[in-house]
C-alpha cells in the first residue's frame, strides 16, 4: 500500500515568508509525528498526534510553528514569519496506536521529507 | 531524562568487511530500542527493534543489534558490509511516557569503499 507522502519535496522561501507544509499518514494510522532534521544532526522531535486526543507539543521550537490534523488524516505543519535558522528537512511519520496489543511501540513509518530552504 | 549517544558521526569500511556502528542509551526503564537508516534522498526505514526478550535481535538487510543492559549499549552489526549499505544510521528510544515519540542519536554516516 502507500506510504506516507509529503509534499512539497523541496520548499525555498525568503526570510519572513509563511510556509505549509503537508503529509499524508498511512490510512488507518491514528499516530502522526512530525519531526525536523537539520543538516548534520539528528531528528527532533516536534509534535505528535494521537486520534483525539490533545496534541503533544512540547517539541515546537517557538510559536511561530503550529500544526493540525483533521481526525486521522492529512496533517499540515504551518511555519510563519521564516528565519534563516527554521532551514531543515522536515519529516512526518505515523503509525498505528502508540502501543501495540502486545505491548512494545508500534513501528512509526517516515516520509521522504520536505526540505526547507529560507533564504 | 532519556537520551541517545552515537559516538561515531562517521565510519568508512571496506566492501565485504564487517560493520559495528555505536549506540549508548540512557533509559530509566527496560528500554525500546532502534535502529533506523537513511540513504539518501530517502525518508528512514526501521532496520530492527528491541522490546524484550532475546538480546539478540536480527533485522532487515543482514543487520542484527545487541542488547546489553550492563553497558547501556545498543549496537548495530553486519558481517558483511555491501556498497549499497551506504547511509546514515540512528538508534533511537521512546521519550519515555510521553507518547510514542523517539529520541534520536546524532547518526552515523557509513561510506563503503570498493
Known amino acids: 500500500g502507500a506510504g506516507v507522502s509529503q509534499s512539497p519535496s523541496n520548499k525555498v522561501t525568503e526570510k519572513g515568508k509563511d510556509v505549509e507544509l503537508r503529509c499524508d499518514p498511512i490510512?488507518?494510522?491514528?499516530?502522526l509525528y512530525w519531526y525536523r532534521q537539520r543538516l548534520g544532526q539528528g531528528l527532533e522531535f516536534l509534535i505528535y498526534?494521537?486520534?483525539?486526543?490533545?496534541?503533544?507539543k512540547s517539541g515546537l521550537p517557538s510559536d511561530r510553528f503550529s500544526a493540525e490534523r483533521t481526525g486521522e488524516s492529512v496533517s499540515t505543519l504551518t511555519i510563519q514569519r521564516t528565519q534563516q535558522e527554521d532551514s531543515a528537512v522536515y519529516l512526518c511519520?505515523?503509525?498505528?496506536?502508540?502501543?501495540?496489543?502486545?505491548?512494545?511501540?508500534?513501528?512509526?513509518?517516515f516520509g521522504p521529507g520536505t526540505r526547507l530552504t529560507v533564504l | 531524562a532519556q537520551s541517545v549517544t552515537q559516538p561515531d558521526i562517521h565510519i568508512t569500511v571496506s566492501e565485504g568487511a564487517s560493520l559495528e556502528l555505536r549506540c549508548n542509551y540512557s533509559?530509566?526503564?527496560?528500554?525500546?530500542l532502534f535502529w533506523y537508516v537513511q540513504s539518501p534522498g530517502q525518508g528512514l526505514q526501521l532496520l530492527l527493534k528491541y522490546f524484550s526478550g532475546d538480546t539478540l535481535v536480527q533485522g532487515i538487510k543482514g543487520f542484527e543489534a545487541e542488547f546489553k543492559r550492563s553497558q547501556s549499549s545498543f549496537n548495530l552489526r553486519k558481517p558483511s558490509v555491501h556498497w549499497s549499505d551506504a547511509a546514515e544510521y540512528f538508534c533511537?528510544?521512546?521519550?519515555?511516557?510521553?507518547?510514542?515519540?523517539?529520541?534520536f542519536g546524532q547518526g552515523t554516516e557509513l561510506s563503503v569503499k570498493p
Open positions: 498526534f494521537q486520534g483525539n486526543s490533545a496534541p503533544d
Open positions: 533509559y530509566g526503564a527496560t528500554p525500546y
Open positions: 511519520a505515523s503509525s498505528r496506536q502508540v502501543l501495540g496489543l502486545a505491548g512494545g511501540y508500534n513501528e512509526q513509518f
Open positions: 490510512s488507518g494510522h491514528t499516530a
Open positions: 533511537a528510544v521512546p521519550a519515555g511516557n510521553q507518547g510514542g515519540k523517539l529520541i
